[in-house]
């Protein structure tokens, strides 16, 4: 009877993000192991979008990216879409970010400055420093307003692609 007491003030407590003492003998679960909303996940159950998203953000390793990829499906807002590039980039696997920005476009998703800043890097890590300069003419079309983070991306995409006068 105590263990399902305590059991039950730790859910409590759980669902209201606080952290009391602990009674006598029972373990408590950091809040960063439970989903959203406090329940804890179960054993086996699929990992959530948002513990995805979270493990695609550390990843580097492009056989990890491209399973977590697999697990997450079609990224559902830009935001998803720049952890998912910026995931691919990471683990040195440009052109996978640069085909999930024409995906983006063709699936009707309008893409933002970061979904933007995040192209161009993997054009200057792929060395395709005309289509890092065309996205950022595409930009300035649609009117997004490049960010120093932008301009950075594209003079390094410059640079290696050897475009020192056109970086200037």
Not at 52 to 79: F, I, M, N, W, Y
Not at 89 to 97: F, G, S, V
Not at 102 to 121: E, L, Q, R
Request: charged share 25%.
């Amino acid at each position: 009877a105590g263990a399902s007491r305590a059991a039950g003030l730790v859910a409590l407590h759980a669902r209201r993000r606080v952290r009391p003492r602990a009674p006598a003998g029972v373990a408590w679960v950091p809040l960063s192991t439970t989903r959203e909303g406090g329940s804890r996940p179960r054993a086996g159950s699929p990992p959530s979008r948002r513990e995805l998203l979270g493990r695609l953000k550390e990843s580097r390793d492009a056989d990890r990216v491209a399973d977590l990829v697999r697990q997450l499906g079609r990224p559902a807002s830009t935001k998803e879409y720049v952890i998912v590039m910026s995931s691919w980039i990471r683990a040195r696997r440009a052109h996978e970010a640069l085909e999930l920005f024409g995906a983006m476009k063709s699936h009707g998703v309008d893409p933002n400055v970061f979904c933007y800043s995040a192209a161009i890097t993997a054009c200057g890590k792929s060395r395709h420093w005309e289509e890092a300069l065309e996205l950022l003419h595409e930009m300035q079309i649609r009117g997004i307003e490049p960010t120093v983070i932008t301009y950075n991306a594209v003079i390094s995409a410059c640079a290696k692609g050897g475009q020192w006068e056109t970086a200037l």
